[in-house]
T-cell receptor
């Protein structure tokens, strides 16, 4: 049973560029959440997608946007990259509705902005 | 109000000892409190979680103690092993029990645990 998969694993971009990160949720999961983890810090919630719509959003600027596809996979897009966007970007999946559904995280995409 | 404060930042324990990590929160609307373990180069993995109407939950060597009145909760790792060396995060979420949605977690700053052989 494949868990949460993310691609690419590493990425180097230049300030001002745009980047797209991809995530496939765990089999059976319908909800995808994205987190940003700076070095030495806890993950910070960016947003969550369910039924192809953004359902919740954390304190991130509009430069961060996303999408969820009918097969539940998701993309995170970041425009006009800043040096401060360098971080590990984590995707997590879960099931919405019913009993508590723990988050399952992928291993992340390490983004370096130079 | 949305913060979860975690301590200590780092912890060194001898093999076989007890590791204790503490967290505190302010927002009484939080209704789900998980602990995650993260190894270098990996994403966080759920260890154990608790609801605020339960004072203690144990799974194997891992125990969560929850003090609702003090708005604090802690992770105890009994018989700590070198393989437990990792970074541990507490977290909190709200509105879980109506929707099952645990997606918007507020994480603590993390505790790096080293278990010496």
């Amino acid at each position: 049973d494949a868990g949460v998969t993310q691609s690419p694993t590493h990425l180097i971009k230049t300030r001002g560029q745009q980047v797209t990160l991809r995530c496939s949720p765990k089999s059976g999961h319908d909800t995808v959440s994205w987190y940003q983890q700076a070095l030495g810090q806890g993950p910070q919630f960016i947003f969550q997608y369910y039924e192809e719509e953004e359902r919740q959003r954390g304190n991130f600027p509009d430069r961060f946007s996303g999408h969820q596809f009918p097969n539940y996979s998701s993309e995170l897009n970041v425009n006009a990259l800043l040096l401060g966007d360098s971080a590990l970007y984590l995707c997590a999946s879960s099931v919405t509705g019913g009993a508590e559904s723990p988050l399952h995280f992928g291993n992340g995409t390490r983004l370096t902005v130079t | 109000q949305q913060q979860v404060k975690q301590s200590p930042q780092s912890l060194i324990v001898q093999k076989g000892g007890i590791s204790i990590i503490n967290c505190a929160y302010e927002n009484t609307a939080f209704d789900y409190f998980p602990w995650y373990q993260q190894f270098p180069g990996k994403g966080p993995a759920l260890l154990i979680a608790i609801r605020p109407d339960v004072s203690e939950k144990k799974e194997g060597r891992f125990t969560i103690s929850f003090n609702k009145s003090a708005k604090q909760f802690s992770l105890h790792i009994m018989d700590s092993q070198p393989g437990d060396s990792a970074t541990y995060f507490c977290a909190a979420s709200m509105g879980v029990w109506g929707s099952g949605n645990t997606g918007k977690l507020i994480f603590g700053q993390g505790t790096t645990l080293q278990v010496k052989p």
